[in-house]
């Protein structure tokens, strides 16, 4: 079935640093793409997303390119702030309106 | 954006007793909420999905008796756990989207604790 692969976090980094969290997934078809962020006591937003291969979601600084070849959704900033600390969530959806979500990256940056 | 609100935010009970979690959409109506339960350091597993005015469709694994799912109004749907064991300890997360949403825009609730004793 369609699955999510994230990497193993924590991630810990000092601030303006670069930030790449790894996200490959399965599916058979031509999911959408997605990242959503939970920061601490708060419930899960979405960050950005994809709809189809090559595209790029981006907001606050976030990007993630659909490569349709590798089958990846990395995502990137360029310059991490304190305030970025939060467990991230890649998730794939395809056909219905349920997402499959990874299991989460927690990245911890310090000043 | 629009607002999803569970309750409790944390709750503690005894094994063999019965815990409702409400999960309501606050600024729009929802015609599809979401069940999700999350282990420590493991993905979002969901649950089931329920539908106003009609049976909840449960993800297979996902007891039914166990985990009763009510989504009896537009704004509102509840999870209730019966007859809860340590095992079922967890944080369950709900979710909704407007009837009328883009593919994949999902609404997230603060989360459930739920500790059994």
């Known amino acids: 079935g369609d699955s999510v692969t994230q990497m193993e976090g924590p991630v810990t980094l000092s601030e303006e640093a670069f930030l790449t969290i790894n996200c490959t997934y399965t599916?058979?078809?031509?999911?959408?793409l997605f990242w959503y962020v939970q920061y601490p006591g708060e419930g899960l937003q979405l960050l950005l997303k994809?709809?189809?291969?090559?595209d790029k979601g981006s907001n606050k600084g976030f990007e993630a390119t659909y490569r349709k070849e590798t089958t990846s959704f990395h995502l990137e900033k360029g310059s991490v702030q304190v305030s970025d600390s939060a467990v991230y969530f890649c998730a794939l959806l395809q056909g219905g309106t349920a997402l499959i979500f990874g299991k989460g990256t927690t990245l911890s940056v310090s000043s | 954006g629009a607002v999803v609100s569970q309750h409790p935010s944390r709750v503690i009970c005894k094994s063999g007793t019965s815990v409702k979690i409400e999960c309501r959409s606050l600024d729009f109506q929802a015609t599809t909420m979401f069940w999700y339960r999350q282990f420590p350091k493991q993905s979002l597993m969901l649950m089931a999905t329920?539908?106003?005015?009609?049976?909840?469709?449960?993800e297979q694994g996902v007891e039914k008796d166990k985990f009763l799912i009510n989504h009896a109004s537009l704004t509102l749907s509840t999870l209730t756990v019966t007859s809860a064991h340590p095992e079922d300890s967890s944080f369950y997360i709900c979710s909704a989207t407007p009837g009328t949403s883009k593919a994949g825009e999902l609404f997230f609730g603060e989360g459930s604790r739920l500790t059994v004793l």
């Open positions: 599916a058979t078809g031509y999911p959408s």
């Open positions: 329920s539908n106003e005015g009609s049976k909840a469709t449960y």
């Open positions: 994809a709809t189809k291969a090559d």
